[in-house]
């Protein structure tokens, strides 16, 4: 259970005593000034742009001589695209002399193939760890991978950090009985990380039983929980098609499940995610801003979240070198 000691060191005003150098690709600026806001600093100037032949130039404008610092890039779409100039920021900042290069990546892309499921695949997970470690990064502070085994993919320093308590805090808001609610993870992959959710709201769990016969098409087959007349949250780290969260949503609706929220960390909000998610019977979709979105123009029930605060705070202590797990309350969980 998260206590409320851990949700006030989470909250807590950022005040660096020290000069935090960050810096921002083109993926998610506005997440970048956010950071750079809660920790009293700016961001720091860089010219990137594109050749006429679509080759991405970088040049930093500071002075960086033995620094730490920190770039804000997460992979999201064009992911690939946001994935070259990160490694071509990570150059330039090496061929800058700075002391220690982080990437902080808030949505690690790629992720998703971290092993192999059939013959003559490929790991990209392990791929990408390879092309940062490459360029000349050092530390990677990430935001909720889709499985903690990709910390293992590098050979530098990786704090992995959560934003879990962000949703959490968020249903609590709601003031649902949740003598009535059911924590429900819509694959058997996202078991884990909807226990932990479950836990920290204090309801219990069900599972969806979801199938993959076609690439990127998901059919939900049957619930393994009591879900009858319950409000369901639902909980997954990314939201791409929309197609496993949208299929589930119908499932439980089936199984007479009274309201449905989804809470997700990560809305990559691809092709018809959006039309989905406004056409299924889902009360709220709450997800956090890893991923920048056009607020503007999406439905009133999809609500982004801010993580800049999470993050600054994990900058801060990584900067200080102060414990990271120690803010999220880790150590009085852990058992050896
Ligand atoms: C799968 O393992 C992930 O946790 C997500 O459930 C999945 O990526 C969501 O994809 P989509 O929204 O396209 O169904």
Known sequence: MISNEVYEKLERVINPTHDIKLFSGRS??????E??????????????KDFADGEIYVQVKDSVRGDDVFIVQPLCKPVNQNLMELLIIIDAFKRASAKTITAVIPYYGYARQDRKTSGREAITAKLVADLLTTAGCTR??????????IQGFFNILVDHIFATS???KYIKGLNLDMDECVAVSPDTGGV?????????LGCPLAIIDKRRDKHNEAIANCVIG????????????????AGSITEAAKLLKKEGAKDIYVCAIHPVFSGPAVQRLTDAPIKEVIVTN??????????????????????GQAISRIHDDESISSLFGFEKEMKV
Do not use: W, Y
């Open 28 to 33: 998610n600026p506005k997440l970048a000034q």
């Open 35 to 48: 950071i750079a806001e809660a920790l009293g600093t700016s961001v720091g100037p860089m010219i990137i």
């Open 140 to 149: 990677v502070l990430a935001v909720d991978l889709h499985s903690g085994q």
């Open 166 to 168: 962000i949703l959490v």
């Open 192 to 200: 884990q990380r909807t226990r932990h959710f479950a836990k920290d």
């Open 226 to 241: 009591d879900v009858k007349g319950k409000n369901c949250l639902m909980f997954d780290d990314i939201i791409d098609t």
């Open 290 to 311: 890893t991923i920048p979105l056009d607020t503007e123009k999406l439905p009133e029930k999809i609500k982004q979240l801010s993580v800049a605060n999470l993050l």
